[in-house]
């Protein structure tokens, strides 16, 4: 599978430059700009994109909406509305969540448009898109900035698709070690009895809704090793 960002007639190269920086900040490369308003070698494309300029250089630019559809196999558009009525097919559409728990399912070249700052893609644009994706915002002030809108789409996207590095958590022996220290650091505090029980159900509760790795154990057990030296040399 491969994603393509489709960039619809826009009219700030700063936009283009902050679109190409946000597509390397999520490992994406593929960018297609339709009849761009300005030269891609623009001081403010070049100047926003950053540590992105292979994106810039690797940009295809075409005439027409029409020439990106033939570039991809499944066009989705976006917009800032969206169809109330079932009715009306037009403009009803996914989030941007729902559209990357479902995308990568699908095989082949996925193209995402965007459309112009200043008035999106138009209904023909949107007709030949295979599905809309809406961002939900304010009712008052729906309209995102061209690159914050790429960012919040690629970012699902991402996390759709990543995977976190394996964390070797604490076992079972190893928690019950520590709070067994942490039991005798109570007594060498001379913590109420009364209070011990429940303070010692609250600790325990603490550490199994921390989840915790091996590093924070060792880490934590030689907090409560140095704690129970320092209350005995005081004794």
Same mark, same amino acid.
């Given at each position: ?19 190409? /920086?946000?597509?390397?900040? @999520?490992? #994406?490369? +593929?960018?297609? *700009? ?7 070698? &623009?001081?403010?494309?070049?100047? @926003?994109?950053? &540590?992105? %300029? ?21 066009? $989705?558009?976006?917009?800032? *509305? ?5 009715? &009306? &097919?037009?403009?009803?559409? #996914?989030?941007? =969540? =729902? ?8 095989? !082949? ?18 007709? +030949? ?31 759709? /698709? ?18 067994? @220290? ?20 609250? #600790?325990? /509760?603490?550490? !199994?809704? $921390? ?10 057990? !030689?907090?409560? =090793?140095? $704690?129970? %030296?320092?209350? /005995?040399?005081?004794?």
């Amino acid at each position: 599978m491969e994603f393509f960002i489709v960039l619809v007639e826009p009219k700030y190269p700063g936009n283009v430059g902050a679109v190409a /920086r946000i597509m390397k900040n @999520f490992d #994406f490369s +593929n960018l297609i *700009i339709v009849n761009p308003s300005f030269d891609m070698e &623009h001081d403010d494309c070049r100047k @926003f994109a950053m &540590h992105a %300029q292979e994106i810039i250089d690797n940009a295809i630019v075409l005439e027409t909406f029409k020439k990106a559809l033939k570039k991809v196999d499944y066009m $989705a558009g976006t917009s800032a *509305i969206e169809s109330k009525n079932d009715k &009306h &097919h037009l403009r009803k559409s #996914f989030t941007p =969540k =729902k559209f990357a728990e479902e995308i990568y399912k699908m095989e !082949g070249r996925i193209g995402i448009a965007f459309g112009r700052e200043d008035y999106g893609l138009l209904n023909e644009e949107i007709k +030949n898109c295979d599905l809309l994706i809406k961002i939900p915002a304010s009712e008052v002030y729906p309209t995102l900035n061209l690159s914050h809108a790429v960012c919040i789409v690629l970012y699902e996207l991402f996390v759709n /698709r990543y995977e976190p590095k394996e964390v070797l958590l604490a076992d079972g022996k190893e928690k019950e070690k520590l709070y067994e @220290f942490f039991d005798l650091l109570l007594k060498e505090i001379n913590y109420p009895d009364f209070k011990m029980e429940k303070t010692k159900i609250l #600790f325990r /509760r603490i550490i !199994g809704r $921390a989840m915790l790795s091996k590093w924070e154990y060792h880490t934590l057990m !030689g907090v409560l =090793k140095k $704690a129970i %030296q320092a209350s /005995r040399k005081k004794a």
